[in-house]
């Protein structure tokens, strides 16, 4: 098993910097592809951001293209992601989750691919 642990969730003003982390714990964590999603209150879950397992390449939803990026540090079995520019729009709980077996195309951008989840972090962005 693969515990995850999300952090770094708060309250910001628009066009403010958040940055959350999620530590992994367990089955060595930082051999698998690792993603970020988010649900908004009322809306289903949506991909945000996913990174390989060496870090080498990441893909992002179009909507936080240019504002989000996501890394990673094996060493300590950390995924991160620096979110700027903040909007109204981007509240939500985020959620970090491992996917062990890989994935292909459109499959990485589903959650049913990702075997493992954290406990998620609340972000509020206020207009």
């Known amino acids: 098993q693969v515990q995850l642990v999300e952090s770094g969730g708060g309250l910001v003003q628009t066009g403010g910097s958040l940055r959350l982390s999620c530590a992994a714990s367990?089955?060595?964590?930082?051999?698998?592809?690792m993603a970020w999603f988010r649900q908004a209150p009322g809306k289903e879950r949506e991909f945000v951001a996913r990174?390989?397992?060496?870090?080498?390449?990441?893909r992002y939803t179009d909507s936080v293209k240019g504002r989000f990026t996501i890394t990673r540090e094996n060493a300590k079995n950390t995924v991160f992601l620096q979110m700027n520019s903040l909007q109204p729009e981007d509240t939500a709980v985020y959620y970090c989750?491992?996917?062990?077996?890989?994935?292909?195309?459109?499959?990485?951008?589903?959650?049913?691919?990702?075997?493992?989840w954290g406990q998620g972090t609340q972000v509020t962005v206020s207009s």
């Open positions: 367990g089955r060595t964590g930082s051999m698998y592809a």
């Open positions: 990174i390989s397992s060496t870090g080498g390449v990441s």
């Open positions: 989750a491992v996917d062990l077996n890989g994935c292909a195309g459109p499959d990485c951008y589903r959650g049913t691919t990702y075997d493992y």
